[in-house]
């Protein structure tokens, strides 16, 4: 069907930055949304970006001016560019589309979730 591969996350100083990669791979026919959600220890999954196919995007409070969510619809990618990040920005972030997929000659629409990466906020 359709897979999400993340990339891009890993140890970094406060103030540092990442930049997060999504691509979305199989019978896609089209993606709607697609954004990030991150999950912090003993904290619940959140919305931290969101980009819909025309470009609008939406964000967090706690990372306004600070993240920038982008994607290449021609690459099926979604970005997340992290900068002055924290320590409270620590977590397992995981992308979701929203995918219309093909399969035995129809059209399905659901949402995908990537494996998670981790991103570390560390002096």
């Known amino acids: 069907q359709v897979q999400l591969v993340e990339s891009g996350g890993g140890l970094v100083q406060p103030g540092g930055s990442l930049r997060l990669s999504c691509a979305a791979s199989?019978?896609?026919?089209?993606?709607?949304?697609m954004g990030w959600y991150r999950q912090g220890p003993g904290s619940q999954r959140e919305l931290v970006a969101v980009t819909t196919s025309g470009g609008s995007t939406n964000y967090v409070g706690s990372v306004q001016g600070r993240f920038t969510i982008s994607r290449d619809n021609a690459k099926n990618t979604v970005y997340l560019q992290m900068n002055s990040l924290k320590p409270e920005d620590t977590a397992v972030y995981y992308c979701?589309?929203?995918?219309?997929?093909?399969?035995?000659?129809?059209?399905?629409?659901?949402?995908?979730w990537g494996q998670g990466t981790q991103v570390t906020v560390s002096s």
């Open positions: 199989g019978s896609i026919v089209s993606i709607n949304t």
């Open positions: 979701n589309a929203i995918v219309t997929y093909t399969q035995y000659g129809s059209e399905f629409r659901r949402a995908y």
